[in-house]
């Protein structure tokens, strides 16, 4: 299948209607709306194939957390038919396969260019255009400019000492060799333990001689329960999947394989909140975390869950050393992104795997045969890091965007990101962000909040473009009462009590601030249809 660059028109073509930067899910999908609309759109994307988070994260395991059936696009009946999934979740190739399909039977790669990384973004006020550099020397002008950036794409690697003295090779998960990387024989070291170093370490501890896992934080982890799809299941699916779709916008997290129950733990019977949690953990999954209306919202709720989920844990250690560093106990469950693993703890059980606590003593360098922590060498052959992302917000301020007045995104974004409903930025006129901060996003299944946020920024170009209206951007007034209305909700919820990426707790300087909306998929839809049934209520329109 080819994934190389085809993209040849673009290089030429100075001008277009929309630049979208980026080719994952949402840039490919955004691509395919606006040629709906007969506008020409190019794209550019860093990688040498379509794919976005996909492409970049091919680690060992890698694997999606939402299930196949549902993680995969609902705009097209035909699409959907001719695609058949493998197994319950996804494992990256497969779903970097699925993308491909989907590049080909769209004919997308035509419009992208590929190996391109956008370094700028700058609004010409005069003539109402946004002017779009590359690392390659492009130059494109565009009315409108779409941030398909990622919530999950700028890979982080600590700013360790001595990094560049390591004498072996290196890896983030986030930004993972395409040809792949054999442990065989090696003495490796993880750095971190969130959902990439669960999905990787089981398969790197297979191959490797010995593994060293720096942990810092334990996560709370439970079985994915992945198999095989049998045919009637995707048969069914198949047959229902628009439909399907079309719920999972009314959800709150944009998925209908589970339901949530909506029952507070305090009304139930100890004997219920042990069942629902029983049968929840043995379903696998996210489903967990619905076992009780306030999971997520009261301590009280939440410890029910997070203590069956320590005991389930415990079930599985077998090394008396490392059972209490593997049990989390510094936050609620749910508050850091749950962690869905295949025998993730059983693999401490084996003589050749260690855990090392760098909470207690942080790593204090790297040297050229190790990592040092606590005063001790820790010698390895090669060093993975699962260390996370700048998210949400890294991928976007990483690119020079200025607004008018020449105003800089990451200037205006130096407390926080601030937008109106994640979709745009006061100051900053035709800019979209799909998936942005202050929308649902990561808390729900990325691709029904794509498609969610592709939809309405196609409706509202197509109704601008037939209205002769030049541009849209958020008021100032509206954007501050929705910045004020994400922070309230998530103060309802026990998000902001960890120090997780979807606060921005895990990179050192970034300030501290709950970014994702998490009113929940339906709700915030429906908010999405009054702004726009309202001729765009808060945002100002340009003759
Ligand atoms: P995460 O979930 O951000 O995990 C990163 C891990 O790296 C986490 O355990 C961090 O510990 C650890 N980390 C980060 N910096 C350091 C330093 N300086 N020292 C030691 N340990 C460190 O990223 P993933 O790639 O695993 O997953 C991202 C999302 O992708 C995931 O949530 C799913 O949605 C898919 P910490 O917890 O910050 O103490």
Same mark, same amino acid.
């Given at each position: ?129 946004? =002017?779009? *550099? %590359?690392?390659?020397? !492009? &130059?494109?002008? $565009? /009315? ?6 990622? @919530? ?84 069914? =699916?198949? *047959? %229902?999947?628009?439909? !399907? &779709?079309?719920? $999972? /916008? ?6 209908? @394989? ?286």
């Amino acid at each position: 299948m080819a994934q190389e660059t085809s993209a040849s028109a673009q290089a030429e073509t100075k001008e277009f209607d929309a630049v979208i930067v980026g080719a994952g899910f949402a840039g490919m999908y955004m691509l395919h709306r606006l040629r709906g609309l007969g506008l020409t759109a190019c794209v550019f994307e860093a990688g040498d194939g379509v794919g976005g988070t996909w492409y970049w994260n091919r680690y060992p395991g890698a694997r999606c957390d939402v299930e196949s059936l549902e993680y995969q696009y609902g705009f097209s009946d035909e699409i959907q038919r001719d695609w058949t999934w493998t197994e319950r979740y996804a494992a990256q190739p497969e779903i970097l396969r699925y993308q491909n399909y989907v590049a080909d039977r769209l004919d997308l790669r035509r419009d992208i260019r590929f190996s391109t990384r956008v370094a700028a973004a700058t609004y010409d006020e005069r003539a109402g255009l946004w =002017s779009v *550099a %590359t690392n390659r020397g !492009d &130059r494109v002008a $565009a /009315r409108f400019c779409i941030m398909a950036t990622g @919530c999950l794409s700028a890979a982080r690697v600590p700013d360790f000492e001595g990094i560049d003295e390591f004498e072996g090779p290196w890896y983030h998960t986030g930004d993972w060799p395409k040809e792949g990387v054999d442990f065989s024989g090696k003495r490796v070291g993880v750095i971190g333990t969130g959902s990439s170093a669960v999905q990787s370490i089981p398969l790197i501890a297979e191959q490797a001689k010995h593994l060293t896992v720096f942990q810092r934080t334990a996560n709370f982890t439970l079985p994915a329960g992945n198999r095989p799809l049998p045919k009637e299941e995707i048969e069914k =699916s198949k *047959a %229902t999947l628009m439909q !399907d &779709r079309r719920h $999972a /916008r009314t959800t709150a997290g944009g998925i209908i @394989c589970f339901e949530y129950n909506e029952t507070p733990a305090a009304e139930m019977t100890p004997e219920d909140r042990a069942r629902e949690l029983n049968d929840r953990w043995n379903m696998g999954g996210f489903a967990f975390l619905g076992a009780f209306g306030d999971v997520m919202a009261t301590h009280e709720a939440n410890d029910y869950a997070a203590e069956f989920a320590r005991a389930k844990m415990r079930e599985v250690i077998e090394k008396p050393e490392v059972v209490d560093l593997l049990l989390p106990n510094d936050h609620p469950i749910g508050v850091k992104r749950l962690c869905l693993d295949t025998h993730y703890l059983e693999t401490f059980n084996a003589p050749h795997v260690d855990l090392v606590d760098v909470r207690k003593a942080p790593i204090e360098r790297i040297t050229k045969k190790g990592i040092v922590s606590g005063g001790k060498e820790y010698e390895v052959d090669c060093i993975v890091f699962a260390t996370g992302f700048d998210a949400m917000t890294g991928a976007l301020t990483s690119i020079d965007i200025a607004g008018r007045n020449g105003a800089k995104l990451s200037e205006k974004w130096a407390a926080g990101p601030r937008t109106y409903l994640g979709l745009g930025s006061a100051g900053f006129p035709n800019l979209f962000f799909i998936t942005g901060p202050g929308s649902p996003s990561v808390l729900s299944n990325m691709i029904v909040s794509i498609e969610q946020h592709v939809d309405w920024i196609a409706e509202c170009i197509g109704r601008l473009t037939e209205g002769n209206i030049r541009s849209i951007e958020p008021t100032k007034d509206a954007e501050d009462v929705w910045v004020e209305h994400v922070n309230e909700v998530a103060s309802t919820t026990l998000y902001p009590q960890a120090n997780s990426w979807y606060m921005g707790a895990n990179i050192p300087g970034k300030p501290r601030i709950f970014m994702p909306y998490a009113g929940g998929v339906g709700v915030y839809g429906e908010k999405l249809a009054e702004v726009a049934a309202k001729d765009y209520e808060g945002f100002a329109l340009g003759a």
